[in-house]
């Protein structure tokens, strides 16, 4: 049975960061490109930060770059998502997810709360 468990997510200050895992259970992890989605209330669900397989390649939209780290450890089947600087706009509900040609799974989400 497939699983994706994200945790790591909480209440931080704007400017502060967090550290965002993702463990993967159920399926070839190493062979899955991972990414982190988040998605705010009113507001789609948007792509955060990708890496491929191995790990050598990464993608990021430009809100984030700079501020955001995808990082995945395949022999712990875990992907992580290091966060700095945060603003109040990174607030969301973020989503791990794991695809494969037609294979695609979702964790159940983390809430990521940026406020004073």
């Known amino acids: 049975q497939v699983h994706l468990v994200e945790s790591g997510g909480g209440l931080v200050q704007p400017g502060g960061s967090l550290r965002l895992s993702c463990a993967a259970s159920g399926f070839s992890f190493s062979l899955y490109t991972m990414s982190w989605y988040r998605q705010a209330p009113g507001k789609e669900r948007e792509l955060v930060a990708t890496?491929?397989?191995?790990?050598?390649?990464?993608e990021y939209p430009d809100s984030v770059k700079g501020r955001f780290a995808i990082s995945r450890d395949n022999t712990k089947k875990t992907v992580y998502l290091q966060m700095n600087s945060l603003k109040p706009e990174d607030a969301a509900v973020y989503y791990c997810?794991?695809?494969?040609?037609?294979?695609?799974?979702w964790g159940q989400g983390t809430q990521v709360t940026v406020s004073s």
């Open positions: 997810k794991a695809a494969w040609f037609r294979s695609i799974y």
């Open positions: 890496i491929t397989g191995a790990g050598s390649n990464t």
